[in-house]
């Protein structure tokens, strides 16, 4: 009886509610700033169909310029959008398309998600978590800006920065 008393017990994990969605490890997470921006912010222009923004500078004379600036965006959620603080600079002012209303750039907010590496360099995508426990996270791959089957992502989000070369 000695013999078999360790195998008496057996450890499980009961598994309530199934989910189903992309499994990544818990070490690719990583979370980033973005600005918010109102969706009417949001522009087609310049000689290309690229979505961007109206962003309003001053020149050395002090005069007041306005240019188009194409910008990624990482997430929408009803009516905003989250653009990549490193396009802009600190209180950058931004037009409204075919109105004379501005809004400044000061709203940050961060999102949690993973580095997609599928060609070449680092690329932030959004990811929406729907279960996890202490090793992996299931997400969602049904969204717009996030990630997709077999992308490849890095393994671990802390050693990668936005736009880093990626040499397997």
């Known amino acids: 009886m000695i013999r078999y008393a360790n195998e008496r017990y057996l450890d499980i994990e009961l598994i309530l509610e199934d989910q189903s969605g992309l499994k990544i490890p818990k070490s690719a997470e990583t979370k980033k700033d973005f600005y918010v921006v109102p969706k009417s912010y949001i522009t087609q222009g310049g000689n290309s169909s690229e979505q961007g923004v109206l962003r309003q500078t001053t020149d050395k004379n002090g005069e007041s310029i306005t240019e188009f600036l194409p910008v990624n965006i990482y997430y929408e959620e009803n009516e905003t959008v989250y653009l990549d603080p490193n396009v802009f600079q600190e209180n950058d002012v931004i037009i409204k398309p075919e109105s004379t209303e501005t809004y400044q750039l000061k709203e940050k907010k961060s999102l949690k998600g993973v580095y997609n590496i599928n060609k070449g360099y680092a690329v932030f995508k959004q990811i929406d978590i729907l279960a996890q426990n202490n090793k992996y996270t299931i997400v969602d791959t049904g969204t717009s800006y996030g990630?997709?089957?077999?992308?490849?992502?890095?393994?671990?989000?802390?050693?990668?920065?936005?736009?880093?070369?990626?040499?397997?």
């Open 147 to 168: 990630v997709a089957l077999y992308d490849h992502i890095a393994l671990d989000g802390s050693k990668i920065k936005e736009n880093q070369l990626v040499v397997k």
